[in-house]
Protein backbone atom coordinates (compact mmCIF):
# COMPACT_ATOMS: atom_id res chain seq x y z
CA UNK A 1 0.00 0.00 0.00
CA UNK A 2 1.76 3.06 -1.26
CA UNK A 3 -0.26 6.03 0.23
CA UNK A 4 2.89 8.89 0.78
CA UNK A 5 6.35 9.37 0.21
CA UNK A 6 8.53 5.96 0.76
CA UNK A 7 11.39 6.11 3.34
CA UNK A 8 14.07 3.21 2.99
CA UNK A 9 13.54 -0.05 4.55
CA UNK A 10 16.89 0.03 6.11
CA UNK A 11 15.58 2.68 8.79
CA UNK A 12 13.50 -0.71 10.05
CA UNK A 13 16.76 -2.26 10.90
CA UNK A 14 17.64 -0.55 14.52
CA UNK A 15 14.12 -0.72 15.94
CA UNK A 16 13.87 -4.36 14.92
CA UNK A 17 17.44 -4.91 17.07
CA UNK A 18 15.79 -2.90 19.92
CA UNK A 19 13.07 -5.33 20.06
CA UNK A 20 15.15 -8.31 20.01
CA UNK A 21 17.02 -6.51 22.99
CA UNK A 22 13.73 -5.68 24.34
CA UNK A 23 12.76 -9.25 24.58
CA UNK A 24 15.76 -11.05 25.37
CA UNK A 25 16.04 -8.37 28.66
CA UNK A 26 12.47 -8.83 29.65
CA UNK A 27 11.92 -12.19 29.50
CA UNK A 28 15.20 -12.75 31.57
CA UNK A 29 15.27 -10.58 34.00
CA UNK A 30 14.69 -10.97 37.47
CA UNK A 31 11.50 -10.87 38.98
CA UNK A 32 10.28 -8.27 40.36
CA UNK A 33 7.28 -6.25 41.97
CA UNK A 34 6.18 -3.95 39.35
CA UNK A 35 2.64 -3.31 40.56
CA UNK A 36 0.96 0.42 40.25
CA UNK A 37 3.82 1.55 38.03
CA UNK A 38 1.63 4.57 36.90
CA UNK A 39 2.66 5.85 41.46
CA UNK A 40 6.30 4.84 40.24
CA UNK A 41 8.39 8.11 38.96
CA UNK A 42 11.10 5.81 37.80
CA UNK A 43 9.03 3.93 35.83
CA UNK A 44 6.99 6.70 34.15
CA UNK A 45 10.53 8.98 33.26
CA UNK A 46 11.65 5.11 31.04
CA UNK A 47 7.99 5.77 29.57
CA UNK A 48 8.73 9.05 28.79
CA UNK A 49 12.53 8.11 27.58
CA UNK A 50 11.26 5.13 25.49
CA UNK A 51 7.86 7.35 23.62
CA UNK A 52 10.88 10.00 23.20
CA UNK A 53 13.17 7.46 21.64
CA UNK A 54 10.45 6.12 19.37
CA UNK A 55 9.30 8.76 18.03
CA UNK A 56 12.07 10.54 17.79
CA UNK A 57 13.50 8.11 15.43
CA UNK A 58 10.15 8.00 13.25
CA UNK A 59 10.90 11.75 12.55
CA UNK A 60 14.30 11.56 12.08
CA UNK A 61 14.12 8.95 9.33
CA UNK A 62 11.53 10.78 7.64
CA UNK A 63 13.46 14.22 7.83
CA UNK A 64 16.64 12.29 7.14
CA UNK A 65 15.08 10.54 3.61
CA UNK A 66 14.86 14.09 2.73
CA UNK A 67 11.15 13.14 2.41
CA UNK A 68 8.07 15.27 3.53
CA UNK A 69 7.55 13.94 7.01
CA UNK A 70 3.75 14.52 7.25
CA UNK A 71 2.71 13.20 4.24
CA UNK A 72 5.30 9.99 5.02
CA UNK A 73 4.35 9.88 8.05
CA UNK A 74 0.23 9.76 7.49
CA UNK A 75 0.00 13.20 9.47
CA UNK A 76 -2.92 14.34 7.74
CA UNK A 77 -6.58 14.59 8.61
CA UNK A 78 -8.64 11.47 7.09
CA UNK A 79 -10.80 12.41 3.71
CA UNK A 80 -13.91 10.96 5.41
CA UNK A 81 -14.18 12.07 9.28
CA UNK A 82 -17.26 10.28 9.85
CA UNK A 83 -16.08 7.13 8.79
CA UNK A 84 -12.76 7.39 10.71
CA UNK A 85 -14.67 8.02 13.70
CA UNK A 86 -17.20 4.79 13.21
CA UNK A 87 -14.03 2.89 12.98
CA UNK A 88 -12.19 4.47 16.03
CA UNK A 89 -15.19 3.37 17.75
CA UNK A 90 -15.30 -0.09 16.42
CA UNK A 91 -11.60 -0.43 16.76
CA UNK A 92 -12.10 0.94 20.64
CA UNK A 93 -14.54 -1.93 21.42
CA UNK A 94 -13.12 -4.88 19.58
CA UNK A 95 -9.30 -4.47 21.67
CA UNK A 96 -11.44 -4.04 24.50
CA UNK A 97 -13.32 -6.70 24.17
CA UNK A 98 -10.01 -9.09 23.45
CA UNK A 99 -8.34 -7.70 26.59
CA UNK A 100 -11.11 -8.29 28.72
CA UNK A 101 -11.83 -11.90 27.45
CA UNK A 102 -8.46 -12.77 28.07
CA UNK A 103 -7.02 -10.77 30.83
CA UNK A 104 -8.39 -13.59 33.30
CA UNK A 105 -6.36 -16.46 31.68
CA UNK A 106 -3.29 -14.34 30.96
CA UNK A 107 -3.22 -11.73 33.20
CA UNK A 108 -0.86 -8.87 30.69
CA UNK A 109 -2.51 -6.48 32.52
CA UNK A 110 -1.13 -7.43 35.82
CA UNK A 111 1.68 -8.79 34.85
CA UNK A 112 3.51 -5.41 32.92
CA UNK A 113 2.02 -3.52 35.78
CA UNK A 114 1.48 -0.39 35.26
CA UNK A 115 -2.58 -0.44 36.22
CA UNK A 116 -3.00 0.50 39.89
CA UNK A 117 -4.19 -1.91 41.83
CA UNK A 118 -5.18 0.65 44.83
CA UNK A 119 -5.62 4.66 44.55
CA UNK A 120 -3.48 7.08 44.81
CA UNK A 121 -1.73 8.81 48.24
CA UNK A 122 0.00 11.62 48.75
CA UNK A 123 2.76 13.15 45.79
CA UNK A 124 1.20 10.04 44.00
CA UNK A 125 -1.38 12.06 42.59
CA UNK A 126 1.20 14.40 40.98
CA UNK A 127 3.25 10.74 39.74
CA UNK A 128 -0.70 9.76 38.22
CA UNK A 129 -1.01 12.80 36.30
CA UNK A 130 2.18 12.79 34.79
CA UNK A 131 1.75 8.77 33.95
CA UNK A 132 -1.80 9.88 32.31
CA UNK A 133 -0.45 12.32 30.39
CA UNK A 134 2.85 10.13 28.81
CA UNK A 135 1.03 6.73 29.14
CA UNK A 136 -1.93 7.78 27.74
CA UNK A 137 -0.99 10.70 25.26
CA UNK A 138 2.35 10.81 24.40
CA UNK A 139 3.44 6.97 24.31
CA UNK A 140 0.42 6.29 21.92
CA UNK A 141 1.43 9.27 19.70
CA UNK A 142 5.35 7.75 19.54
CA UNK A 143 4.30 4.48 19.41
CA UNK A 144 1.94 4.90 16.03
CA UNK A 145 4.44 7.05 14.47
CA UNK A 146 7.20 4.31 14.76
CA UNK A 147 5.38 1.39 13.81
CA UNK A 148 2.41 2.42 11.70
CA UNK A 149 3.65 5.55 10.83
CA UNK A 150 7.61 4.66 9.61
CA UNK A 151 6.81 0.94 9.45
CA UNK A 152 3.93 1.90 6.76
CA UNK A 153 6.27 3.90 5.02
CA UNK A 154 8.84 1.32 4.84
CA UNK A 155 6.97 -1.63 4.45
CA UNK A 156 5.19 -1.97 0.47
CA UNK A 157 3.47 -5.44 0.60
CA UNK A 158 1.50 -6.76 4.20
CA UNK A 159 2.27 -3.67 6.24
CA UNK A 160 -0.48 -4.59 8.46
CA UNK A 161 0.74 -7.91 9.85
CA UNK A 162 4.00 -7.39 9.41
CA UNK A 163 3.88 -3.89 12.07
CA UNK A 164 0.82 -5.64 14.13
CA UNK A 165 3.37 -8.60 14.77
CA UNK A 166 6.78 -5.61 15.69
CA UNK A 167 3.86 -3.72 17.80
CA UNK A 168 2.86 -7.25 20.06
CA UNK A 169 6.81 -8.22 20.37
CA UNK A 170 7.55 -4.47 21.14
CA UNK A 171 5.57 -5.59 24.43
CA UNK A 172 7.68 -7.93 25.23
CA UNK A 173 5.78 -10.26 27.94
CA UNK A 174 4.28 -13.52 26.73
CA UNK A 175 0.85 -12.69 28.42
CA UNK A 176 0.21 -9.46 26.34
CA UNK A 177 1.00 -11.40 22.83
CA UNK A 178 -2.11 -12.12 21.74
CA UNK A 179 -4.26 -8.79 22.78
CA UNK A 180 -1.57 -6.68 21.59
CA UNK A 181 -1.59 -8.46 18.20
CA UNK A 182 -5.44 -8.13 17.97
CA UNK A 183 -4.81 -4.69 18.66
CA UNK A 184 -1.64 -3.90 16.47
CA UNK A 185 -3.90 -5.72 13.40
CA UNK A 186 -6.92 -3.05 14.34
CA UNK A 187 -4.61 -0.38 14.49
CA UNK A 188 -3.08 -1.16 11.09
CA UNK A 189 -6.32 -1.58 9.82
CA UNK A 190 -7.06 1.99 10.48
CA UNK A 191 -4.22 3.27 9.23
CA UNK A 192 -5.02 0.98 6.13
CA UNK A 193 -8.38 2.34 5.74
CA UNK A 194 -8.55 6.05 6.59
CA UNK A 195 -4.56 6.82 5.40
CA UNK A 196 -3.91 8.40 8.15
CA UNK A 197 -2.31 8.20 11.27
CA UNK A 198 -4.57 10.00 13.79
CA UNK A 199 -7.31 7.72 14.23
CA UNK A 200 -5.12 5.27 15.19
CA UNK A 201 -3.42 7.28 17.94
CA UNK A 202 -6.66 8.27 19.13
CA UNK A 203 -7.69 4.87 19.54
CA UNK A 204 -4.06 4.05 21.27
CA UNK A 205 -4.48 6.51 23.36
CA UNK A 206 -8.08 5.98 24.05
CA UNK A 207 -7.06 2.04 25.05
CA UNK A 208 -4.11 2.89 27.44
CA UNK A 209 -6.04 5.84 29.04
CA UNK A 210 -9.55 3.63 29.60
CA UNK A 211 -7.14 0.93 31.07
CA UNK A 212 -5.87 3.39 33.86
CA UNK A 213 -9.28 5.07 34.65
CA UNK A 214 -11.01 2.01 35.22
CA UNK A 215 -8.36 0.21 37.16
CA UNK A 216 -8.99 3.28 39.21
CA UNK A 217 -12.41 3.69 39.55
CA UNK A 218 -12.46 -0.70 40.33
CA UNK A 219 -10.06 -1.14 42.93
Same mark, same amino acid.
Given at each position: ??D??????????P??????V??????????????????? &???? !???? +??? =? @? #? *????? $???? %??????????????????????????????L??????????????????????????? &???? !???? +??? =? @? #? *????? $???? %?????????????????????????????????????????????????????????????????? +????? #???V
Open positions: MIGPRIPRWWLGPALLIVIVISANTASASDTRNGVYD &GSQV !LAAL +ATA =A @V #L *GGYAL $LAAA %LSRVPIAPALALRRPADGRRAVLLVVAAVVITAVSLALEPFLHGDRDQGLTPTRGPH &GHEW !LVLA +AAL =A @V #L *GLLTP $LCEE %LLFRGLGFACIDRYPVPITAAAFAAAHALPALLIPVLVAGFALGELRRRTHSLWPGVATHATINLL +AIVVA #LLT
